[in-house]
């Protein structure tokens, strides 16, 4: 039978980079798919913003009459208010609409390490190994600045060492 040297089976792989590789599948699984949803809504509403074009000023009736320039300074001023509150609006959609297609592209990038990983693969254990870096030290940074005594003090704690084992079974894999 002939053997490829090249290639790891996942069954003689290290147990501990199976379970780095689900849990970045699972992330990816928990990030993805409300980022999709968001995406496809703010999406569509951004889409929908910029399709409908901006607001006309407001014409006044050029009348003489007094009480109808009174109204119409009026409606000029709830007409620019309303045109104001719309664009912070069309702002925040637009915004979030990249924050979630940010983050679907983020949750992509996990979910092909997590199947790098799964098949034994250098440049996803390396890549794996930044992202754990980059996690652990923004973690730390964070217990080290709440103090000890809060909830996020405890997440912070709790990712600092799920980045810690995941840095330990990454490094287990190059040995």
Not at 11 to 33: E, R
Not at 80 to 88: E, S, T
Not at 134 to 163: H, K, N, Q
């Amino acid at each position: 039978m002939l053997y490829d040297v090249r290639t790891v089976l996942p069954s003689a792989m290290n147990p501990h980079i199976q379970t780095v590789a689900k849990a970045y599948q699972l992330i990816a699984l928990v990030l993805g798919l409300p980022s999709l949803v968001g995406t496809l809504y703010f999406g569509a509403g951004a889409v929908r913003g910029l399709l409908a074009g901006r607001v006309e000023a407001y014409q006044p009736t050029g009348s003489n009459d007094n009480m109808v320039r009174i109204f119409d300074g009026i409606l000029k001023v709830v007409h620019g208010v309303g045109g104001f509150l719309v664009g912070i609006g069309q702002a925040i959609v637009n915004g979030l609409a990249i924050a979630s297609i940010t983050l679907l592209l983020f949750s992509t990038a996990l979910f092909f390490v997590g199947r790098g990983l799964s098949q034994g693969q250098g440049w996803a254990r390396i890549c794996s190994m930044v992202c754990m870096g980059v996690v652990g030290l923004v973690s730390l940074l964070a217990l080290l600045s709440v103090g000890r005594s809060s909830t996020i003090a405890l997440l912070a704690l709790l990712v600092c060492a799920g980045s810690g084992y995941a840095l330990w079974a990454l490094w287990q894999g190059f040995a």
